[in-house]
């Protein structure tokens, strides 16, 4: 179940590479631009993946309890919810947008610039996030073949786009975003009637017991929600704190924020594949097996990315000439890549236990996990760095805040499961 997911994450996270890349010929101001986009993207996706989590766990339970009409049925309702939510969140934010700005510390000569930008990355976000609900569905029916498969297609598509929207037509940073919106809407037309020819989707909800389908979603989707909002929450703080930095050290944080995500796709791929496996064990009383199975993802988490972190510290003056021609965004990303890539051992470790805890239905842990890693880990940590030895130390004091964040989440995790196993062995 997780490769084909690691192969479709793979792939988003080398189109958004090739995306910073390709805008990063553009000069320093399209750059920062994106910076400063990204954190309202992390707060799409953190609403997106929120009620994904909820989709897997409730329609796979109600399919296991041999009600697939009702699990069609509950497909139907998650898109239409997750469409209208999307969509209001997007109208949000863009009457927010100078406010946003002004909060995040953007110069007022980017302003246009980002405007600019801003209606069609809204539309590629939210025509991402009804491909994402199709995949979710998928994913709750045991099919991780077509997401995956569905995730490489979009991604080749958008890789080839975007040199000719961005430089033949001379759209230049919008033309990065049309380019997404374009591969992301030929999915949906694709995905949406293989789901509805499955029968895995049904939109007559009047048969429904909407009451009871909107308590159950709820249960789930609002501590996962709220688990998925911190980062972003997060990441707007810590953007605000990077910009004062200067507009060169906003697109080199921007930068390392898109190769953090490609750094860490393993990772996501086993947050996707494991849940459904940790359920059927918890549902069949294993415990131990349950141990034994996330025990064996740790330890490999943790020398993945430790491999991973090595080779960006010995590869940060290629790929900081590669992916920027700007001599001061060079050199704050350079400073980036031999510092906090090597902490993403504990990153990786602290987003898997999230995932984990929610597919043992500790949803609450799950959340604590996702609070204290940021708000008690990872920002006080930079903000410390940052005072101590400015944009060198705020790099340092992420690392440090990584690391400390995964020992945190994995006693979490340990906690937890302890409890468990005790409640089964007094049931």
Request: with cysteine; glycine share 10%; net charge positive.
């Amino acid at each position: 179940m997780t490769w084909p997911m690691l192969f479709g994450v793979l792939s988003l996270m080398t189109f958004q590479l090739v995306d910073s890349a390709f805008i990063g010929q553009l000069g320093r101001d399209p750059l920062a631009a994106l910076g400063f986009t990204l954190p309202m993207q992390q707060l799409i996706i953190g609403l997106q993946v929120g009620l994904g989590i909820a989709t897997t766990a409730i329609i796979s339970r109600t399919l296991g309890a041999g009600d697939v009409l009702r699990a069609e049925r509950l497909g139907g309702l998650v898109v239409l919810v997750g469409a209208v939510l999307v969509l209001v969140l997007c109208v949000g934010l863009w009457l927010s947008q100078a406010l946003i700005m002004t909060m995040l510390g953007a110069e007022q000569s980017l302003l246009p610039l980002i405007r600019s930008y801003w209606i069609p990355w809204l539309l590629s976000a939210w025509t991402g996030a009804m491909l994402y609900f199709g995949y979710s569905v998928c994913r709750s029916h045991g099919d991780t073949k077509l997401p995956g498969y569905l995730m490489v297609a979009t991604s080749v598509l958008n890789i080839a786009l975007d040199p000719v929207f961005i430089f033949v037509f001379g759209w230049g940073l919008p033309g990065a975003a049309i380019a997404t919106v374009c591969s992301f809407a030929l999915g949906c037309l694709f995905i949406f009637p293989k789901l509805k020819k499955s029968g895995w989707l049904r939109f007559d909800l009047t048969q429904l017991a909407l009451a009871k389908a909107f308590r159950q979603l709820g249960a789930i989707t609002a501590p996962a929600m709220v688990s998925q909002l911190m980062p972003p929450a997060s990441a707007m703080l810590a953007t605000a704190l990077v910009a004062g930095f200067g507009s060169a050290a906003v697109a080199a944080w921007g930068l390392g924020t898109r190769l953090e995500f490609f750094s860490i796709v393993v990772v996501l791929a086993l947050t996707m594949s494991m849940p459904p496996m940790i359920g059927r064990l918890l549902g069949a009383g294993e415990i131990g097996q349950i141990r034994r199975l996330v025990r064996l993802a740790v330890r490999f988490v943790v020398l993945w990315q430790l491999v991973i972190g090595l080779i960006w510290l010995v590869a940060s003056g290629l790929v900081s000439e590669l992916f920027t021609s700007d001599r001061e965004v060079r050199n704050v990303l350079g400073t980036y890549l031999v510092r906090v890539p090597l902490s993403y051992s504990g990153l990786g470790v602290c987003m898997l236990m999230v995932s984990v805890c929610n597919a043992l239905g500790l949803a609450m842990r799950a959340l604590l996990v996702s609070t204290m890693r940021l708000f008690l880990c990872f920002l006080p940590l930079l903000w410390v760095g940052a005072q101590i030895a400015g944009i060198s130390g705020l790099m340092t004091g992420a690392l440090a805040g990584n690391l400390l964040a995964g020992i945190m989440a994995y006693s979490f995790y340990r906690q937890g499961v302890r409890k468990l196993a005790w409640q089964f062995a007094h049931s």
